[in-house]
């Protein structure tokens, strides 16, 4: 009976041991599986969190970036301070010299002013005697004017007056010549019809008057139109003077 009892109570330790060591398994499962889910909520959580910290991160280096873009631009805008204040101060040099420049200035402006008054009184003075020249000029002109006219009028009358006396007298020499020249041919008919020779009484007065020539010839007799055309020059050259002086 000892046996048997040993024997169950073996029988209830194993049971318990397998229903302990049923339970620590499944308790170690579920410590496993809490343990993993535990470990990935971990893992996905401190993804996260190195995720936003490369995030803050990032931002921060942009920040710094931004930071260091704008300290260099307040270093230059510094520098171009600096030297907009020395360009002030060498500007407020020159104005203080240009102040006194234009105090100067003003001054001889001043003397300037009275001179241009003085000068513009002269100018006004001198307006008014150019405009009595001016009138005086005009009037002269005018009456130049006036003098030309009657002289151009006058020169015109006369100079058709001398033309037409001209024309008349042309028409008078060349009447006479045409006249004389009837003459001198009835005159040589009737001398012909009494037997003279008019070629030899001619060459008996060239020796007469030019016995002295010895062995020269007897000058020829003129023909009719040299002779007209020798007075028709001595007639241009007794008129000419009149044209001149009508034309003066």
Request: hydrophobic share 35%; proline share 1%.
């Amino acid at each position: 009976m000892d046996h048997d009892a040993v024997i169950a109570a073996l029988n209830r330790t194993t049971r318990f041991l397998t229903k302990e060591e049923n339970l620590f398994n499944w308790k170690v499962r579920q410590l496993e599986s809490n343990f993993n889910d535990d470990k990935e909520e971990q893992t996905r959580k401190f993804e996260r969190m190195i995720r936003e910290r490369d995030t803050e991160i990032e931002e921060l280096k942009r920040q710094l970036q931004q930071e260091k873009l704008a300290t260099s631009n307040l270093a230059l805008k510094v520098i171009q301070s600096e030297k907009v204040l020395q360009q002030k101060i060498v500007l407020d040099r020159r104005l203080g010299k240009m102040e006194g420049e234009l105090l100067d200035l003003n001054a001889a402006n001043s003397s300037r002013k009275t001179k241009i008054t003085e000068l513009e009184e002269i100018i006004v003075s001198d307006r008014k005697t150019i405009m009595a020249l001016t009138e005086v000029i005009e009037t002269l002109r005018l009456q130049l004017t006036a003098i030309c006219e009657e002289e151009e009028q006058f020169v015109a009358d006369n100079l058709a007056q001398a033309e037409a006396n001209l024309k008349a007298m042309f028409e008078n020499q060349y009447v006479f010549l045409k006249e004389t020249g009837k003459r001198k041919k009835l005159m040589r008919e009737r001398l012909s019809r009494l037997g003279i020779s008019l070629s030899a009484s001619m060459s008996e007065e060239d020796e007469e008057e030019g016995g002295e020539c010895g062995d020269e010839e007897p000058a020829e007799e003129p023909s009719d139109d040299e002779v007209a055309r020798l007075a028709l020059q001595s007639a241009m050259q007794a008129v000419k003077p009149l044209i001149q002086h009508e034309e003066d």
